[in-house]
Every structure is written in structure tokens, then in C-alpha cells.
């Protein structure tokens, strides 16, 4: 019996596009048979945001933190041209229109495949995030975990 | 006989300097004797495209997008220090003085040492861009290609 | 015996969110027994500079991008949610609170953990930094080095 592929992505970034290409990467990977490890870090954290507010104590650098930065990805925004939030409309009118699949629900097939979500403990920390807040079912970990995925992997990508 | 090592680039990045990055990665390593694969997805297919308008038939989204990305490398914008234009011309000067090679030299170099250049398909789709308004002599692909690059490769980067 | 764990990145942005990320990774790898290097190249050669002006003869081009580019980690703003420089110090006061390291510790960090620090000779020559600018105790290299790095790796990324 072969062993398992294995593909892992950090999360890095916040932008939708970006985010977008990571979960395409992560979901085709999957397809393919990979074992898919995204490890969110930084901003990439909002991607695992719950879109509604929860409530949970927090002192003020980390409730302006949290209001600043935006809330799951259907509220990222584009990394070029995005023009006021104008660029990330026409994105997703273009998706639609051609039956591409948004962010939102490329992120619930990732869960649905298996791939493993992991948000990065000390972004959490530090952006005063609590699981509360972020999507259920998934992962904690810090760079130790990261190492142990990815120093067995085939494809390992930075986002 | 051994094998020949492998190296893999997503070039996602529309940016004159990532832009450069990846072609002189994937120079270096064809000279050293790599199978080298970019993969242009998003904002780095622009890089593939031909610096002249060539007639094609659009929808009005896909005409804007057309309007507002850059036609070909030459008129990329840099990641860093761009102010409107100006950052560019100086990196550029700069080059020329220091002998380094332009970006459009870079893909020319790339194409004779027989580096593969992928578009990606799902991305053309989404920018309504098409095979006429790309560089001859490339590759087509979506995810699923990319995949099966990478999984063998010894270096796998997205920029 | 087994061989040693390598992990190789690539350091392009010169943004301080990006290379904690960077440094983080580099010291974690390290901490769990890799060989690590990180190779500094475009933007992220400015890790790697003195936080005093060093006198050194340049050229005018070469002295404009001297004085727009930052000197050292600690100068260093975010990718994003800058805010003419109030991120950054939200960011600092933040990991200050939360005992985090800062970068200049990182880097020094890596140093004493012996993370191999590469700067890019092409990127010095076309920006005109010069090694008495640089931080001690460092190594210099082009794509070539970089290669030979990477392609025995098993972690490789771009950031």
C-alpha cells in the first residue's frame, strides 16, 4: 500500500482572493488523495471567523482588533483592485455568472473533504480571538504543529 | 541514471517584482537543471498576456477587467514604493544600469530554457481572457494539473 | 543516523507582519532540529540592515532607495491595517502585553540558534546596499545558492 500524499498551506494572508486560491489549492489537493493541512496565521485567522458577532469579554486593543479586521470571508476583500470593496462584488458577480464556487463554500467543502483546519493559537493570542469566535470543528496549534505537518509534505505553501 | 529534481512556482502575484522573483527562481533552477513549472493563476496570468489588444469577443465585465489589469509584464506595477508608477521606472533604470535582465526577457529566457508556462483555465474563465490574447507556445491547466506537478517536486513556492 | 530535517524560505516582502511569520517559522523549524535558511531577497534584504546610517559611497539612485527603504526589522510596517504606522504599534503594544517577541529578538533569535541568514547579492548590487549596511555575521549568495538550498529541503516556502 502507497502512502498518502500530503499537502500544507499557511493561511497567511486575509485577502479573498488570496484565501480563495488557498481553499482551490487545498480542495483540488484533497481530490487527488492528498491529506490537506491549512494553518491559519495572521489574518488568514479571519477566514475561520463566525460571520455573526459572539459574545465574549475582551480587553479594548482586542475589541479593536476584532471590529477592524473583517468577520469570515464572505467580508475579505481583494489584494489588487479592489476599489472600495467594488473589485470584490465584480469578482463574485463574475463567479456567479461562470459557477464558480465562493469562498464561503469553498471552505465548507474543504471541511466536508476532510482537510484540516488549524487556527494558529498565538495569532489568537496576540488578535485576542477565542474559539467562540471562530467556525466549529476545527483545529489549535502553534508553529510546532505546523513544522510536524509540513516537514512530511510534498506540496507546502505559503499564502 | 538519476532523476531530474523538480521545481513548481504558482505565480498568483500580478506585481512586476514577485513577477521578476519567480522568473529568476525558475531560471536559476532550470540552469541548474530543474523540470520547472509556473503555474499563472489570478492576478500572474497577467504576465502571460501579449502587450497588444487583440480583437476577441466579451462580455462588458470581462471587457472592464480586460481594461483595468496590465497587457503583458512590461506594464506591471511593483508590490513596494510604486508611487504611481514611479517606483517602477526607477527599478527599471536601476536594471538597466546594473545590466539585470527585464521581466520580459525573463519569460523569453524562461520559454527558451523550456520552463513550462501553465494558464490557468478557471482564472481565464473567471477574467473572461482568452488563448489569443495570451503568449504563444504555453500550457493550459486548472488545479488538477497543478497537483500533479507539485506532488513530485523538490521545490513548490507561490508567489 | 538520519540525515537532518531542512527547511529553506525565501524572504521577498519587507513588511513586519510577514517576516515575524518568517522568523517564527525559521525558529520553530530550527527549535524541532532542521537545518534552516532563510534567503533575503528584494524588500526583505531590509531585515537584514543595521539600524544606524552606515557611511558608504553610493550613487544618487542608489542613496533615493537608501532613504525610502527601512533600516532594519524594527522600521518595518505592516501588510496590512497600517495605518500611517498606528498598526504597527497596536501590533507591538499587543505583543508586548502578551509577552511575544519582537522581530529584532527573532532575528537574533535565529542567529544564535544558527539559521543560516542569506542576503541576495543581486538584490544588494540593484539597490546598492553594501555589506558594511547589513547585519554580521551573515551570508551572501544568488539564485544559484538559494537552489542548492532548497532542493534538498523539505519545507520550502515563499514569503
Not at 491559519?40 to 463566525?50: C, D, E, S, V, Y
Amino acid at each position: 500500500m502507497s502512502e498518502k500524499k500530503k499537502t500544507t498551506i499557511v493561511l497567511f494572508s486575509g485577502d479573498y482572493d488570496k484565501a480563495m486560491a488557498a481553499y482551490i489549492i487545498a480542495n483540488g489537493a484533497a481530490a487527488y488523495d492528498h491529506e490537506v493541512t491549512i494553518f491559519h496565521t495572521f489574518w488568514g485567522l479571519n477566514a475561520l471567523r463566525k460571520e455573526n458577532q459572539v459574545p465574549v469579554k475582551k480587553g479594548l486593543m482586542e475589541k479593536m482588533f476584532g471590529k477592524m479586521m473583517p468577520r469570515g470571508t464572505d467580508k475579505m476583500s481583494l489584494s489588487k483592485m479592489n476599489y472600495l470593496g467594488m473589485g470584490q462584488k465584480m469578482i463574485k458577480k463574475v463567479m456567479k455568472k461562470h459557477n464558480a464556487m465562493p469562498l464561503p463554500q469553498l471552505v465548507e467543502m474543504a471541511q466536508e473533504q476532510d482537510v484540516k483546519l488549524i487556527a494558529c493559537t498565538m495569532t489568537m493570542d496576540l488578535l485576542g480571538l477565542q474559539k467562540e469566535e471562530l467556525l466549529d470543528d476545527i483545529d489549535y496549534g502553534g508553529v510546532a504543529a505546523y513544522v510536524g505537518e509540513a516537514e512530511e509534505g510534498n506540496i507546502s505553501l505559503f499564502i
